[in-house]
């Protein structure tokens, strides 16, 4: 089945740097590779998401870029600030209707 | 927030209770889904639910029964649980399924998070 690898599981970086964190997946056939941010006391929220039919997505500060060819995809965030901090998930679809989650990246910005 | 409520927010029962979770949306979405998130694991699907009629059920045990009697709520009865079951119980709804091809992402709620004494 799908196994999605995430990596760092923990990031501290100053404010005004850059967070990269990265997921490797199995299953050849995913094609929708979607990102959830989780902070204290509320569930994931969608922050971006690629699409195989790309490399890579922007969205102000937040970009994703995707590798088909070594089953990878990551997250950049730059110029980060303290509300960045919360934990972040990578997942991949399995069997084209399952979401596998990674197991999480808590990111965290210092002042 | 999202679109997806889920009550009661905190939940603390014995092993011999039966409580139940509900999951709201107002987003018109058809699919909703059930996710078990514990300390240091991944999300973990439990169930999905496509247009009311459950499509996926996780290897779940019994003692955690779903309902969806229409598009827009969700049920989670517990019964008789264990204490490794505490956890936060997560719902999300879709506009389709992943393999509908159509607007996929998924709305997570806020989470119920239960205690089993």
């Known amino acids: 089945g799908e196994n999605v690898e995430q990596h760092p599981s923990t990031l501290s970086v100053q404010e005004g740097d850059s967070a990269v964190i990265k997921c490797t997946y199995s299953d050849s056939a995913s094609n929708y590779f979607p990102w959830y941010k989780q902070e204290l006391g509320k569930g994931p929220q969608l922050i971006i998401d690629i699409r195989s039919n790309v490399g890579e997505k922007k969205d102000q500060r937040i970009a994703v870029t995707l590798n088909k060819t070594a089953k990878h995809f990551s997250l950049h965030i730059t110029e980060t600030q303290p509300e960045d901090s919360a934990v972040y998930f990578c997942a991949a679809p399995h069997n084209t209707d399952k979401l596998i989650f990674g197991t999480g990246t808590r990111l965290q910005v210092f002042p | 927030e999202t679109g997806v409520t889920q009550t009661p927010r905190h939940l603390v029962m014995g092993m011999t209770n039966k409580k139940s979770l509900k999951c709201e949306q107002h987003l018109g979405h058809n699919a909703m889904y059930w996710y078990k998130q514990s300390a240091k694991k991944p999300l973990e699907l439990m169930f999905v639910y496509n247009f009311k009629e459950q499509t996926e059920n996780n290897s779940v045990p019994s003692r955690f029964s779903p309902e969806c009697p229409n598009s827009s709520h969700l049920f989670l009865h517990l019964h008789t649980l264990q204490p490794e079951d505490s956890a936060l119980y997560l719902c999300?709804?879709?506009?389709?399924?992943?393999?509908?091809?159509?607007?996929?992402?998924?709305?997570f709620g806020p989470g119920t998070r239960l205690t089993v004494l």
């Open positions: 999300a709804s879709s506009q389709t399924l992943l393999r509908g091809g159509g607007t996929d992402t998924q709305y």
